[in-house]
């Protein structure tokens, strides 16, 4: 049964997230009932990473198993076609070996976090930037984020659902920018490790933009991971300036990189 791996898109405000449920939308549900639309007992898709209810994707991995040997080209064309008009897009699709697989081999998982920082609300962007009107010290915000890099216990930025056996895990960067858009400053966190926990990038914006409003010190950053207790967490900040922007495998499945 060949492997395919895909390149999803898709916009997360319509679903209920990736993973499939019985009663609601989800990204899952909608690429299987697609896949279904070409073969007839299509297993269950498997993805780099489950994202909440409301996150997007610009990179995000599936895997599919076809009983056909499909012209990859033609896959993503017959998926975009039967897709439509969920907002959900197969950017590339490609041959997988067949010990590969979309969650476990992957090495790197990359986030980026849109924050809007200006007075107006959005409105071309709406659901698609965490709007904050504050000003924003984003010095102060860099300086909390140096905390958090590295191997540690984050017991406190994981939600208290979060079914991982074990809260230590090692982030490898998380890194703070201001861009000028047509739409005024938004300031960027692009946060790479090997795997998340539940909710952790949202906790971490969230604790960050009180840093950069003034009502943390930098250093209460470091004494909330330190506590290892959910309770010293900041607020979490909403999913929908929240992209799972890449991941990265041993080999480059889709030749862009």
């Given at each position: 049964?060949?492997?395919?791996?895909?390149?999803?898109?898709?916009?997360?405000?319509?679903?209920?997230?990736?993973?499939?449920?019985?009663?609601?939308?989800?990204?899952?549900?909608?690429?299987?009932?697609?896949?279904?639309?070409?073969?007839?007992?299509?297993p269950a898709v498997a993805a780099a990473g489950r994202t909440d209810a409301g996150v997007h994707a610009l990179?995000?991995?599936?895997?599919?198993?076809?009983?056909?040997?499909?012209?990859?080209?033609?896959?993503?064309?017959?998926?975009?076609?039967?897709?439509?008009?969920?907002?959900?897009?197969?950017?590339?699709?490609?041959?997988?070996?067949?010990?590969?697989?979309?969650?476990?081999?992957?090495?790197?998982?990359?986030?980026?976090?849109?924050?809007?920082?200006?007075?107006?609300?959005?409105?071309?962007?709406?659901?698609?930037?965490?709007?904050?009107?504050?000003?924003?010290?984003?010095?102060?915000?860099?300086?909390?984020?140096?905390?958090?890099?590295?191997?540690?216990?984050?017991?406190?930025?994981?939600?208290?659902?979060?079914?991982?056996?074990?809260?230590?895990?090692t982030l490898d960067a998380l890194e703070i920018e201001r861009v000028e858009t047509a739409e005024g400053p938004?300031?960027?966190?692009?946060?790479?490790?090997?795997?998340?926990?539940?909710?952790?990038?949202?906790?971490?914006?969230?604790?960050?933009?009180?840093?950069?409003?003034?009502?943390?010190?930098?250093?209460?950053?470091?004494?909330?991971?330190?506590?290892?207790?959910?309770?010293?967490?900041?607020?979490?900040?909403?999913?929908?300036?929240?992209?799972?922007?890449?991941?990265?495998?041993?080999?480059?499945?889709?030749?862009?990189?």
């Amino acid at each position: 049964m060949p492997r395919y791996a895909l390149l999803v898109e898709y916009d997360g405000g319509p679903f209920a997230g990736w993973q499939r449920q019985a009663d609601q939308p989800t990204v899952q549900g909608a690429l299987e009932a697609a896949l279904a639309r070409l073969e007839h007992g299509v297993p269950a898709v498997a993805a780099a990473g489950r994202t909440d209810a409301g996150v997007h994707a610009l990179g995000q991995v599936a895997q599919a198993d076809l009983a056909r040997a499909w012209d990859p080209f033609r896959l993503s064309e017959a998926l975009n076609h039967h897709l439509r008009p969920a907002p959900v897009a197969i950017r590339a699709a490609t041959h997988a070996p067949e010990d590969w697989h979309a969650r476990f081999s992957a090495t790197e998982r990359r986030y980026l976090f849109r924050l809007l920082n200006r007075r107006a609300p959005p409105a071309l962007s709406r659901g698609k930037v965490w709007h904050v009107p504050r000003p924003l010290d984003l010095d102060a915000m860099r300086d909390g984020a140096a905390h958090l890099v590295g191997r540690h216990d984050f017991t406190t930025f994981r939600a208290s659902e979060c079914q991982a056996d074990s809260p230590v895990r090692t982030l490898d960067a998380l890194e703070i920018e201001r861009v000028e858009t047509a739409e005024g400053p938004e300031i960027r966190f692009h946060v790479r490790a090997r795997s998340f926990l539940h909710s952790q990038v949202r906790s971490f914006v969230g604790t960050l933009e009180r840093v950069g409003a003034g009502a943390w010190a930098p250093a209460d950053v470091g004494r909330a991971l330190e506590a290892r207790d959910r309770a010293a967490c900041g607020p979490v900040c909403p999913p929908h300036g929240l992209y799972l922007e890449g991941v990265t495998y041993p080999a480059d499945l889709f030749g862009e990189g």
